[in-house]
């Protein structure tokens, strides 16, 4: 089983491509932006096979953008969410999935729902759904069990930002609980939103650590983050705090 990371261009989450013996699954699809180029990506992977289908880890822009494109370019397979995100894609709805602040439509996409704990065969390996709500209700992350590896979209942007919870659907109890969960998973691996895998337990365990802690800080003051902190621009689906959190993962160019 191979698990490619194709990196984040721009504003565009990591797309995942997950290859076992039965097919390939693509966790993923970026925006819209660079849609095609992800489809010539994806293709340099698999060479002359087709994936089989896309799993999405929430309906936001920056990871559901260019599903459709990518799903037609790969004869109309499948695209799965969460039963709350679907509504959201198929009427290509441009402000809860914050396509509007990027300047951008959002395609309207027929989807497959996808439930808490659904398993995804791969002979040699599974993906499992993981329901991880916070950033948005339909929140959710995908389990490669033999291998501890989690890939978790917008509810963790990289080490070194926090996500929000003040976009559409956000819910601050919500991110702390499913850090809680995250942290009982006992992972050797994350995927974020944005950069390289997360590695090693006991560093994921700090990066956890470090989130909840500042998530449960906000929960005792009002449901807000600090007032020295700068407010996000617009497309940004993270905080950045005023002093840098450590960040060990450094994409290589």
């Given amino acids: 089983m191979k698990v490619i990371r194709l990196p984040a261009i721009h504003h565009d989450g990591n797309a995942v491509l997950v290859s076992g013996e039965l097919g390939h699954i693509l966790v993923d699809a970026g925006t819209s932006w ?30 559901s953008g260019g599903a459709l494109h990518i799903a037609q370019a790969f004869d109309g397979v499948p695209i799965h969410i969460h039963f709350d995100g679907q509504s959201a894609l198929e009427t290509g709805d441009f402000f809860t999935t914050w396509a509007s602040r990027f300047d951008s439509d959002m395609p ?39 291998l501890s590896t989690l890939i978790v979209g917008t509810l963790l942007p990289r080490a070194d930002r926090p996500t929000r919870w003040d976009l559409p659907g956000g819910s601050l109890l919500d991110i702390i609980e499913s850090f809680q969960r995250m942290k009982r998973m006992n992972l050797k691996s994350i995927v974020p939103l944005q950069g390289p895998a997360i590695r090693g337990h006991e560093h994921i365990q700090d ?31 993270w905080l950045t705090p005023i002093s840098p959190w450590p960040l060990q993962e450094q994409e290589s160019v």
């Fill in 34 to 63: 660079y849609q095609s180029l992800q489809v010539e990506r994806i293709r340099g992977q698999i060479n002359d096979g087709s994936i089989d289908r896309i799993m999405l880890t929430s309906r936001r822009f920056p990871v």
């Fill in 207 to 237: 990066v956890l650590s470090r989130h909840l802690d500042f998530f449960l800080k906000a929960a005792d003051n009002d449901g807000q983050p600090p007032t020295s902190w700068h407010r996000p621009a617009a497309t940004a689906l």
């Fill in 108 to 146: 309207q996409t027929p989807t497959v729902e996808v439930e808490e704990n659904e398993i995804i065969p791969l002979g040699d390996g599974e993906l499992q759904a993981i329901s991880l709500p916070g950033h948005c209700p339909d929140g959710l992350g995908y389990l490669i069990p033999h």
